[in-house]
């Protein structure tokens, strides 16, 4: 991860979302863009179908009628947790590493105000 441009960019944007505190100002139809916008740019990639279906999942849930917050959490938390591992992986490098660390802290506080 992070040698795609697409990539750059979502993970430019969702940091760029969720900067300054605006976590409060974000939502569910915001989500699903950013959402829709990740899987794409994350298509082709070899080994993410369970960060595609977590994606898939949380897209799901804030499209419901009644979107369980709880649920969110948990996708919310399985998708830092992949961040994190990201960052830390072999191919991890320069500032995508510190992009995809702070993507981790961004979703875990995001996902604890929930």
Excluded: C, Y
């Excluded at 699903?32 to 799901?60: T, Y």
């Excluded at 649920?71 to 995508?96: C, F, K, N, Y």
């Amino acid at each position: 991860m992070g040698s795609n441009i697409l990539e750059e960019r979502m993970l430019e944007d969702t940091l760029g979302l969720f900067r300054d505190g605006n976590q409060s100002g974000v939502s569910p139809a915001q989500g699903v863009m950013l959402i829709d916008g990740w899987l794409q740019s994350l298509q082709g990639e070899p080994n993410l179908s369970q960060l595609e279906s977590h994606l898939n999942e949380l897209r799901a849930e804030l499209q419901a009628a009644q979107p369980n917050s709880q649920h969110i959490r948990q996708v919310m938390m399985s998708l830092a947790d992949q961040a994190e591992q990201a960052a830390q992986g072999p191919t991890a490098e320069g500032t995508w590493t510190g992009g995809m660390i702070s993507l981790s802290k961004v979703l875990r506080n995001f996902a604890s105000k929930l």
